[in-house]
């Protein structure tokens, strides 16, 4: 979970700006603590594969903020070490980028990236000086300036010739209340997105907003229960989630007097959920937060419209880094630390993953690519 502080904490209400809006039916996904079925996370999985990310020198990870799949091969940012990381999907290292500092082609920080499509350039956003950075794998090529008169936290491309970028701070400017501002390659703006009109003093935001599977955008904006399809010219509300008395109090959350020192405390004491992530695959919905202290995963299946929590995923060794990040087709990919293989069966696992007994406490990450079983089917 990224941790915004001194920003403004945002609820949002769906509007829309020079876009073509299809308003559709919400299909309602209930996160209900009490009520909802538990399932142990073995009898969920119809198919997992473990990839051992390759350890040298030159690509030592300290922590994975995000992974981007793209043919054939992993960009991983790690923003401890300000860098992305290359690797092939079989886990084989392929190069870095390393370029902080504040000369040419040199970015202050990566608050996010994203791969083109067309031409496999990988785009740098640079959030400490609003600026664009793209390279050619380790080669750096040009960059623009962001002048939306926001401040731009994510980015995610909707197809070869449009971006679209996140906006997570409130302005006083009416016209740049918007979530969403869409541009060209050239980064001519579209449109504006989401207009949103309340805000605050803190800002919880997923650790990715976007969620690309197939041919559509799945997005998540920060503190808001409505999952959006968004594409060049149309953003779709598909669902909504219902997590009925659990959702945060509106009106602390409008509170201009909130204290960022005691939030936390504020929340766990609180019956509200925070920490909300949720990642969108071709069959399923995977929705992570936290609610008293404790983390919960609500696994959702779009075909049969059910869904179910499923028990100590981020216990026992999971925690944060078993979770899934992003989607791959059915399958959703996440991270396990080495550390993590004395929680699990190490006679069954070798016997199925035999190159991970070669895997030692302080190598890199092990990448996981997991396949949900349909609900229905339990």
């Known amino acids: 979970m990224k941790i915004i502080t001194n920003f403004l904490l945002l609820f949002v209400f769906f509007a829309s700006c020079k876009t073509d809006v299809k308003k559709v039916q919400l299909e309602k996904i209930e996160v209900n603590l009490k009520e909802s079925p538990q399932i142990e996370l073995d009898s969920i999985i119809e198919n997992i594969v473990l990839v051992p990310l390759e350890t040298n020198e030159n690509c030592l990870i300290n922590h994975i903020d995000k992974i981007k799949l793209y043919k054939n091969k992993v960009f991983i940012l790690d923003r401890k070490s300000a860098c992305i990381f290359v690797f092939k999907k079989t886990g ?72 679209a970028f996140e906006n997570q701070i409130s302005t006083e400017i009416d016209s740049l209340k918007y979530y969403l501002f869409v541009t060209d390659l050239n980064l001519e703006l579209i449109s504006k997105n989401i207009h949103y009109n309340k805000s605050n003093a803190l800002i919880l935001s997923p650790v990715s907003p976007f969620s690309p599977f197939d041919d559509k955008i799945s997005y998540l904006p920060v503190y808001k229960d409505t999952i959006y399809h968004i594409n060049s010219n149309k ?35 609180s019956s509200s959920v ?64 080495p550390y993590e293989l004395s929680n699990i069966n190490k006679e069954k696992i070798f016997q199925l993953f035999p190159h991970l007994d070669d895997v030692e406490i302080g190598h890199n990450h092990i990448l996981s690519f997991i396949k949900f079983r349909k609900i229905h089917s339990l």
């Open 92 to 163: 084989e290292f392929v190069f870095k980028i390393s370029s902080q500092g504040r000369g040419s082609g040199e970015y202050i920080m990566i608050a996010d990236f994203d791969i083109s499509p067309e031409t496999g350039d990988i785009y740098i956003l640079d959030a400490m000086s609003d600026r664009l950075l793209i390279f050619k794998n380790e080669k750096y090529i040009k960059r623009y300036k962001l002048d939306f008169g926001v401040k731009i936290t994510n980015m995610c491309f909707l197809d070869e010739k449009n971006i």
């Open 235 to 269: 953003v779709i509300p598909v669902y909504k989630l219902e997590f009925g008395n659990n959702w945060i109090d509106e009106d602390y959350l409008y509170n201009k007097k909130i204290n960022p020192n005691t939030l936390f405390n504020d929340l766990k004491k």
């Open 274 to 337: 925070y920490f909300i992530n949720c990642i969108e695959s071709r069959t399923h919905i995977f929705v992570y937060f936290t609610h008293k202290d404790e983390k919960y995963a609500f696994l959702y299946d779009k075909i049969f419209q059910k869904g179910l929590f499923i028990k100590n995923y981020m216990k026992n060794g999971c925690g944060y880094n078993g979770l899934p990040l992003i989607p791959d087709g059915e399958k959703f990919v996440g991270i396990v630390n």
